[in-house]
């Protein structure tokens, strides 16, 4: 982290790891005013910093959460200390959440394609990055190694990013622990929250796909590894954890079913009602 007292926290964003949630409780803890998103919807997330580095000082220098998917590099344009966090998911998981989230987008702009295709096809087109270890890719900050390699020192540099720039990466799959110790490095504390977006039930995927999306993403997988491994250690050297961690569970079991009611309900309403247009 930063040694400035109060650095721009840049959330890298990676797609389908939990980071709707994430963005969730961090805006509770930045008046508007001082959050910046940046997008690439319709676009590759790697030119999101190309975008804003175009934007004027003042306003890269204004906000103290900067949140959006992209890569690793915006802190090169942000003129005042700063730091990343991110999340990170299980490999297989994350590449079947992106192929059905891209078939069941209409405005994706590989929507089209995908749906024509089987997982194993649309992995082996080359069509989408994601496929084809996004997250050390996002993390390394490069987008020059060719689709389908899997470079060891790709995996070195997101590492070595990591190490440098990176306060935590968080886990999906561990998800609560991953946001205490977030809370404890920033001082955060509004951390009650239910998932803003879930999937729905998908198929079961083939082996032989699945042994395709292993193959494709290996570096994924160590990245993953590694990350767990610094979480463990991160969660073993802070003697107060395991009761931050109960007492968050506590509160979170209590703010549930009322966030149920007030966020989770009517979201799926809205969901069915442009389903039904």
């Known amino acids: ?15 389908k790891t939990g980071g709707t949630t994430l963005r969730k409780i961090l805006r509770r ?22 975008e804003f580095a175009e934007l004027p000082e003042a306003r890269r220098a204004a906000p103290r959460l900067i ?49 024509r295709m089987t997982m194993a096809e649309y992995i082996e087109s080359g069509l989408a990055q994601e496929m084809n270890n996004s997250q050390t890719r ?18 070195d540099m997101a590492r070595r990013n990591v190490e440098q720039y990176f306060a935590t990466v968080a886990l999906t799959e561990r998800f609560d622990e991953s946001l205490v110790a977030l809370a404890r490095q920033f001082g955060w504390s509004k951390l009650s929250y239910v998932k803003a977006k879930v999937g729905g039930r998908r198929e079961p995927v083939p082996p032989d796909t699945l042994e395709l999306i292993d193959r494709m993403n290996q570096l994924d997988r160590s990245l993953y590894d590694w990350a767990a491994g610094r979480l463990d250690e991160q969660i073993a050297a802070d003697e ?31 969901q069915r009602a442009a389903g039904a247009r």
Request: hydrophobic letters at 35%; zero cysteines.
């Open 1 to 15: 982290m930063a040694a400035d007292a109060d650095p721009t926290v840049i959330f890298l964003h990676i797609g």
């Open 29 to 50: 803890h930045y008046p508007d005013s001082q959050v910046l998103v940046v997008r690439a919807v319709r676009r590759p997330r790697e030119e999101t910093i190309a």
């Open 67 to 115: 949140v959006g998917h992209t890569v690793f590099g915006l802190h090169e344009h942000v003129p005042r200390p700063s730091t990343y966090i991110t999340i990170l998911r299980e490999p297989r998981s994350l590449v079947i959440s992106q192929y059905a989230y891209v078939r069941r987008t209409p405005g994706h702009r590989h929507h089209d394609a995908a749906s």
């Open 138 to 155: 996002a993390l390394a900050g490069t987008v020059e190694t060719a689709y389908g390699e899997n470079p060891p020192e790709l995996l």
């Open 240 to 270: 107060g954890f395991d009761g931050r961690m109960a007492r968050f569970r506590r509160r979170n079991m209590l703010y549930r079913p009322w966030a149920t009611v007030t966020y989770t309900v009517p979201k799926k309403i809205q």
